[in-house]
């Protein structure tokens, strides 16, 4: 229910848009999060909006990466900018009820997606 698209590869300095396409209406009652895995390393949560309109950033990301959804609620965004070699990974989009609070973990999650590939070159 959920499908990522516009991975690729790109320089480091270069920007990417990535999108989550959902097959329902994902709105305000859920957390809309953002996952990567690099090669050899954890899964780890990089974007996430949840509730009404509250954005959660990794460190590693943060002034370089901007979450954001369509109006309609369908669509999740990640547009990545000054990316860099370490971004390099297979980024995740996942979608779960908001309960107060989002699951920490990408299992957490009920609607998860195949990912899309980020490869960053130096």
């Known amino acids: 229910q959920l499908a990522e698209s516009g991975g690729g590869s790109v320089q480091a300095g270069g920007s990417l848009r990535l999108s989550c396409a959902a097959s329902?209406?994902?709105?305000?009652?859920?957390?809309m999060t953002w996952f990567r895995q690099a090669p050899g390393k954890e899964r780890e949560k990089v974007a996430g909006?949840?509730?009404?309109?509250?954005?959660f950033y990794a460190d590693s990301v943060k002034g370089r990466f901007v979450i954001s959804k369509d109006n309609g609620g369908m669509t999740l965004f990640l547009q990545m900018n000054d990316l860099k070699p370490e971004d390099t990974a297979m980024y995740y989009c996942a979608a779960e009820e908001y309960l107060g609070y989002c699951p920490r973990e990408f299992g957490g999650f009920t609607y998860r997606g195949q990912g899309t590939q980020v490869t960053v070159s130096s």
């Open positions: 909006i949840e509730g009404l309109s509250r954005t």
């Open positions: 329902e209406y994902f709105g305000s009652r859920y957390c």
